[in-house]
């Protein structure tokens, strides 16, 4: 049973061809003819009047894909129960879109090959829309490829051809198509590519596990005849030849069935058996090697149906892409963890930013006032001088005008009054003189009042520089921590290791201690028959054959006629002795 997501991928590539003018919507008529190629490949019962009754509220023209899925999921893809031709399906999907995406003429393969090449793209593509193949997946194909031609895989070349897509990380199917066929495997012959597609296509999807001759003994007639065997994970088909065009029968492998090797018989070699519910079927393989790999291969397909698992190949693009999912998280997980350190060293460098812009604001501030400072204690400075050069100058007018005065006094009393009156200006000069020096006290008191907080500013900014250091100490130790995580996990890692190297060395101590145990018993057991050897001759089983009496024959533990009847007293006798002795010693 195909799984939805398989079938889907085909329908798109046909939905997309329909859309013509690239507007991402596709007629109804065009739908109507779609979805009745669609239930004519699957098997289904078509319903001509589903499509109109299903989108009888939506007469606005032409559909999405969106708007055509509930439709495609409803009325047929849940409708899909019998088997039906794969091969036939992808056929009508891949008529449809071909020829509008790619010219076979400029390829270097086939139609038929571009087919399968576009069946194996549609296997390997992510699980989205537009499908794309991603580049690991694209190596992966061009690996089976290569060894399916016998050749080494080129990844220099493969390197280069990667160098060239620079960032784009995936192909589509028709570029995928003229990697293939117009230039990748150039050199190579046509009819050895063409066979390395076609055993590439069996392999994934057709789930063609081996192939080939070997006989085949009949039910009916049991004459031997040749068949190509055919082997997927649920069956054993047998045809005519080779090119599958005549089936003579199937082998239906389910977990009740077993495969065995035969001994040569009939003059036929390397023979196994295939034994199922109802009846067995004996096939002969052409040589040791083939016998041995066909029994490992039924076995496998019968354990994977037991274990309920899916076909090898399947189940490595589950894993592969499981791989991818879970690496996609991590990087993800990595990347996030990444912008969040970012963003938090984006805040400290914006913080450390914003606290170097205040220090510079705050040192630009202390150097303006105290420039201001310097500036009003400066011409403070000139004032009192130009005031105490006038006052100097006016007392030594003073002085003069006393000294011609005092000379004159007796000629000029008329003048006293003047003089007493200068005299009182004098004195109010110097009030002035005692003023300036209060006022001058006050200014050195102002400079020492800006000195203070001038002192302040600067602790503040050895404070804020302090705040800056402890920042990036948390910042580094931070980095440490994540460090010490890593080496946490490698020395965990190396733990594994060295436990796995222990147990592997206490397992060969283990082999050799058994291999001695054995001998040891191999030595035993050969002690134990000399011993019981000489055992049977001291009892008397080993004796020469003498006339005997005519008395009748007595047997014993050792046979009729082992002793006589004098022989058998006296053994009696040495046995109740023996058991008397046991019992007195203990």
């Known amino acids: ?291 041995q790999e066909w029994i490992q291969a039924v076995q496998s397909c019968i354990q994977l149906l037991r274990l309920g698992l899916l076909p090898p190949h399947r189940e490595a693009r589950l894993r592969r892409k499981a791989l991818r999912q879970r690496q996609r998280a991590e990087e993800e997980d990595l990347a996030q963890r990444m912008r969040r350190l970012q963003a938090a060293n984006e805040n400290k460098q914006r913080e450390l930013e914003a606290m170097r812009k205040k220090m510079e604001e705050a040192a630009a501030k202390a150097a303006t006032e105290e420039h201001k400072r310097k500036k009003t204690q400066t011409d403070l400075q000139d004032r009192y001088r130009l005031d105490l050069e006038r006052e100097k100058m006016v007392r030594q007018q003073m002085e003069e005008e006393v000294a011609q005065k005092s000379s004159e006094l007796e000629l000029h009393l008329q003048r006293i009054q003047t003089l007493e009156h200068m005299y009182r200006q004098l004195e109010e000069a110097l009030e002035d003189e005692r003023q300036a020096k209060q006022d001058q006290e006050a200014m050195r008191n102002l400079q020492a009042r800006l000195l203070k907080e001038e002192a302040e500013k600067r602790a503040e900014l050895e404070q804020i520089h302090l705040q800056q250091q402890r920042a990036l100490l948390h910042t580094e130790a931070e980095k440490k921590e994540l460090v010490a995580e890593r080496l946490a996990k490698d020395r965990a890692l190396q733990a594994a290791m060295i436990q796995l190297e222990r147990l592997e060395r206490e397992r060969h101590g283990a082999l050799e201690q058994y291999k001695e145990v054995s001998q040891k018993l191999e030595r035993a057991a050969k002690k134990t028959k000399t011993w019981k050897d000489k055992v049977a001759k001291h009892e008397g089983l080993v004796r020469l054959i003498q006339p005997g009496l005519k008395e009748p024959q007595r047997i014993t533990n050792w046979g009729p006629a082992s002793f006589t009847n004098a022989e058998l007293e006296l053994r009696k006798k040495m046995w109740q002795e023996r058991k008397n002795q046991g019992a007195q010693a203990q």
């Open 1 to 291: 049973m195909w799984h939805r997501e398989e079938l889907l991928k085909p329908i798109w590539h046909a939905f997309t061809a329909l859309d013509v003018d690239h507007s991402g919507k596709v007629s109804k008529s065009q739908l109507k003819v779609l979805s009745h190629n669609l239930c004519t490949v699957l098997k289904i019962p078509h319903d001509p009047v589903a499509l109109e009754e299903h989108f009888k509220d939506d007469d606005k023209g032409p559909l999405s894909d969106q708007g055509y899925m509930p439709y495609l999921n409803r009325f047929i893809l849940d409708k899909v129960q019998q088997e039906f031709d794969v091969l036939e399906f992808n056929k009508m999907c891949w008529t449809l879109c071909y020829k509008k995406n790619i010219c076979s003429k400029h390829l270097l393969i086939s139609d038929d090959d571009a087919f399968k090449v576009w069946c194996i793209f549609n296997f390997l593509s992510e699980d989205k829309y537009p499908l794309v193949i991603i580049t690991e997946e694209t190596e992966y194909f061009l690996r089976k490829l290569m060894e399916a031609m016998g050749s080494g895989w080129s990844g220099g070349k493969y390197a280069d051809y990667k160098l060239q897509l620079n960032t784009k990380r995936f192909l589509t199917a028709w570029e995928l198509l003229e990697l293939l066929g117009m230039g990748y495997f150039k050199p190579i012959n046509h009819q050895v590519l063409s066979m390395s597609i076609n055993e590439v296509f069996q392999e994934l999807i057709l789930d063609v596990l081996k192939q080939c001759y070997m006989m085949k003994k009949g039910h009916k007639r049991k004459n031997w005849t040749e068949r190509w065997f055919v082997l997927r994970p649920s069956s054993l088909s047998y045809y005519v030849c080779e090119d599958l065009k005549e089936k003579k029968g199937d082998i239906i492998l389910d977990q009740g069935c077993c495969v065995e090797s035969l001994p040569d018989k009939e003059g036929k070699k390397c023979l196994f058996i295939i034994k199922c519910a109802d009846k067995s079927f004996e096939i002969s393989a052409s040589d040791k090697k083939k016998k």
